[in-house]
């Protein structure tokens, strides 16, 4: 461990799947309970979901055999202008397909470690307490700079360390054991909760095959016959397989019986997990249609890279695990206070702790490790839900992709907090889309271009969500890829690169203003709107006091299509397009309904005047012109963002970890430090389920962080830990507007600190540090070849900076330059 590292650390075995720590390479992932005897490591491969390939297509069928489509939507439409509420929701509810699939656990690895002695091991520690002097724990670590979790363990009086890690070159789960002062045995199972259809156990390790369920309903509907369906190959060609493989190198004397691997007189081992599924055939070939490789090849496959990694040896595997991860995580930090590094008691010091920059440090570095361990290009689907950690059949909201927010806020960080890369997974997902999302456009709607709702999955699903009978509010929702589309234009505004633009950003781009061209009607007064509208997920209450969800050209949907417009306008120049869409983009651009300000002072988040039937909703959707588009800035719109203020203001506090870091980014827009520090301290104080300790003002439990410090919504959700890291940033460094901003939004309290590495639209990079609340030093780099000119801003003065191509300057605090270094 490099000296300079940031360690989280617990004294005693994970007792629960949320004291666990995780550990993953984009496909892999596993959480280390640690323990001397039944010592879990559950994983997770990002590929195996419930579902099959054909499944968003067929499901298509059968919404349009049931009457949906062009013609019925045109009713839709007339109900909801003639506000018969109750006609529109039935009528619309026709257009609902089932459920997008749910992601699945696995398998378990169990490890047992003993003396060799039968008299010295004690047969209940099965927590690795040290209930016996021949079996003790002294703890474990995370590095969140190089992803390896760390045990130390007495057994029988000798001192065993075990290392874990997700090693991306070696496309494994990888476990070294060594003993220090004689030897050890050690037993190893493997287990899963999905229906097994293969098990061996051989001198050489351990193979494991299951069939993965073809449909999987989620949780919140508790009346379905069948919640989890099995079934064998279909006539497509796909055969929901996955196979793990175990291999074991160690100096001991193994041995294999009835499904156990056993080792004798032991002093080193090195474990290796790996895997090969259906699944992650279909990803990486992009076909309705997969031909899978056979049951055997895939534990063939899977055999073949665990036998590849053992041979590789320990050290090097080592070695490669931690070159990859590092130059991920070493590309940009943030530091509160003084510079941070060493070990930390997550118990005594982050969650029961006083120095909220310790907190504010971890918090921004953990999110950074889970999202390059969720997800890395090439490896698998996007970080979902719970990111790629998951052990349970049937987990909250299917573990999906809810794609209203949570998979955007998954990756707000991704650009700004030096991890572009991390992004390209969710850039596979958008793609698949575009392929489901046409059909459904075309065949369900009458209209050009690509669709997708409230939810999807790795199988491409784009239909709303509902079966029948699912709430608008939360299951139609057409604006899903209109929102998922701007991050193609954001990965393009930081890193500047023509060719992703080209070939993958703007293919998509227009497509998806073809659909939302296509989507917008004209209103009776001249604008254009969407009909019908919701605002995901909340209700207003009607004319008649009734909640209801459906209406036309909410400000969230009108946000987002500007955004699409904007963004594709500034695509088409960018590339030198002549395109005819951007004609038709221009024509519409004006016809936009725009952000209006209610009689009470705050943005309109319906079109009229409707009141929330929750006053303190968890969703802020109205405000996402303010962050993350950008259309509301205090400077630009001052009337707008003062608006923006009331209606947060009157929205309240936190209520759960993915709300709060949305307020947090919102407040740091906004210039509103103090607020926006108050909800981090509200958002990382210890999840507790004690109603005498948590009830907010309107009776709901709040959420907050698990003992591992996964965000709770409750329950866990990973886009939480993911939102925090990027509404810290924003605290610290903005760039939308063609304006870098420095502190825009740090807290008095927090008057000491330090950025690096933090990248900025337009392809700038810039290093700065903070003393007693003043900037000390910034330095602002062209990261891009060519000579360009930034516009920096900072405490009211704003300078022009024009830097070749690799070159950087250092400013003073008031935006002198102080030095400028040439491209090296």
């Excluded at 990859?324 to 530091?335: C, E, P």
């Excluded at 575009?434 to 997708?452: D, F, H």
């Excluded at 022009?800 to 250092?810: I, K, M, N, S």
Aim: net charge negative.
């Amino acid at each position: 461990m490099a000296g300079d590292d940031l360690v989280l650390a617990w004294p005693r075995p994970a007792s629960s799947w949320f004291e666990a720590a995780p550990v993953g390479n984009g496909r892999l992932g596993a959480m280390v309970f640690g323990g001397v005897r039944g010592s879990r490591l559950q994983i997770n491969d990002s590929t195996v979901w419930s579902g099959r390939p054909k499944g968003p297509a067929d499901a298509l069928a059968r919404v349009l055999a049931s009457g949906a489509g062009p013609e019925r939507l045109a009713e839709v439409r007339q109900a909801v202008r003639d506000e018969d509420h109750r006609r529109a929701e039935k009528l619309l509810m026709s257009f609902e397909g089932d459920y997008s699939q749910e992601y699945l656990p696995f398998l378990d690895l169990w490890m047992t470690l003993e003396t060799g002695d039968p008299a010295g091991d004690s047969p209940g520690d099965s927590t690795g307490d040290s209930s016996c002097a021949e079996a003790a724990y002294l703890g474990r670590t995370l590095n969140l700079d190089d992803g390896v979790v760390s045990e130390t363990l007495r057994v029988g009086g000798r001192s065993v360390r075990r290392r874990t890690w997700a090693s991306r070159p070696a496309r494994a789960v990888c476990v070294e054991v060594t003993v220090e002062g004689g030897t050890a045995d050690m037993r190893l199972e493997m287990s899963s909760p999905l229906r097994g259809v293969h098990e061996a156990a051989e001198v050489s390790g351990l193979t494991l095959g299951v069939e993965v369920p073809v449909d999987g309903a989620p949780l919140h509907e508790p009346d379905v016959a069948e919640p989890l369906r099995y079934a064998a190959a279909a006539d497509d060609g796909y055969d929901p397989f996955a196979a793990a493989a175990v291999r074991i190198g160690t100096d001991g004397e193994a041995s294999a019986t009835d499904g156990v691997w056993s080792v004798r007189g032991m002093s080193r081992a090195l474990i290796v997990l790996t895997s090969s599924t259906s699944a992650a055939d279909y990803w990486a070939n992009r076909a309705d249609v997969v031909r899978s490789a056979s049951r055997e090849e895939h534990l063939a496959r899977a055999v073949r890279d665990a036998e590849a990694a053992v041979a590789a040896g320990a050290a090097e595997l080592l070695r490669a695990h931690r070159q990859d991860l590092r130059a991920l995580l070493s590309a940009a930090g943030l530091t509160i206070g003084t510079r941070r590094t060493g070990t930390f008691d997550v118990e005594k010091e982050i969650l029961g702790g006083t120095d909220e920059g310790l907190v504010a440090t971890v918090m921004f570095q953990l999110g950074r490790y889970l999202l390059a361990s969720a997800s890395r290009p090439a490896a698998g689907p996007p970080a979902n839900l719970q990111g790629l950690w998951n052990a349970e059949l049937r987990p909250a909201w299917s573990s999906n992709y809810t794609i209203n927010i949570n998979t955007q806020m998954n990756y707000w960080g991704a650009e700004s907090a030096g991890l572009p890369e991390c992004h390209e997974p969710l850039f596979d997902l958008i793609e698949r889309l575009s392929q489901t999302g046409g059909r459904v456009s075309g065949e369900l709607y009458g209209a050009r271009g690509w669709v997708a709702h409230h939810n999807t999955d790795m199988w491409g699903w784009a239909l709303p969500v509902g079966m029948g009978h699912g709430n608008p509010s939360w299951a139609i929702w057409m604006m899903g890829g209109v929102w998922l589309a701007h991050h193609l234009w954001e990965h393009f505004e930081f890193g500047q690169d023509l060719e992703f633009l080209r070939e993958r950003g703007w293919p998509l781009l227009r497509g998806c203003a073809e659909f939302c061209l296509d989507w917008l009607v004209d209103g009776p007064d001249g604008w254009l709107d969407t009909v019908p509208s919701t605002s995901p997920e909340n209700l207003f209450l009607s004319r008649e006091g009734t909640s209801e969800s459906l209406t036309h050209s909410t400000a969230m949907d009108m946000a987002l299509i500007r955004a699409l417009f904007s963004d594709c306008l500034a695509a088409a120049e960018a590339l030198g397009l002549d395109d005819p869409i951007s004609g038709r983009i221009r024509t519409a651009m004006p016809r936009l309904r725009p952000p209006r300000i209610a009689p009470d002072g705050r943005l309109r988040e319906w079109v009229e005047d409707l009141p929330e039937q929750d006053p303190h909703h968890r969703h802020l959707s109205f405000l996402a012109g303010v962050y993350p588009l950008g259309q509301i800035d205090p400077v630009e719109t001052p009337d707008l963002a003062a608006a923006a203020v009331r209606s947060l203001d009157a929205r309240g506090p936190g209520a759960m970890g993915w709300s709060w870091a949305w307020k947090i980014a919102l407040r740091a827009r906004l210039g509103d430090a103090r607020t926006a520090r108050d909800l981090f301290l509200e958002a990382t104080r210890p999840y507790s389920d004690d109603p005498s300790v948590n009830v907010p003002a309107d009776g709901s439990l709040w959420g907050g962080l698990l003992p591992n410090l996964f965000s709770t919504h409750p329950p866990f959700q990973i886009d939480g830990n993911y939102g925090i890291t990027a509404a810290l940033l924003e605290m610290v460094v903005q760039s939308h507007g063609g304006v870098i901003r420095i502190l825009p939004a740090v807290p008095a309290a927090w008057a000491d600190g330090a950025a690096w590495g933090v990248r900025c639209r337009g392809g700038w990079t810039v290093d700065l540090e903070w003393r007693r609340g003043e900037l000390t030093s910034l330095t602002v780099r062209n990261s891009l070849p060519g000579t360009r000119t930034a516009r920096v801003g900072h405490d009211g003065t704003t300078a022009e900076l024009t830097l070749a191509g690799g070159e950087q300057v250092r400013l003073g605090p008031s935006l002198d330059i102080r030095e400028r270094t040439p491209r090296r």
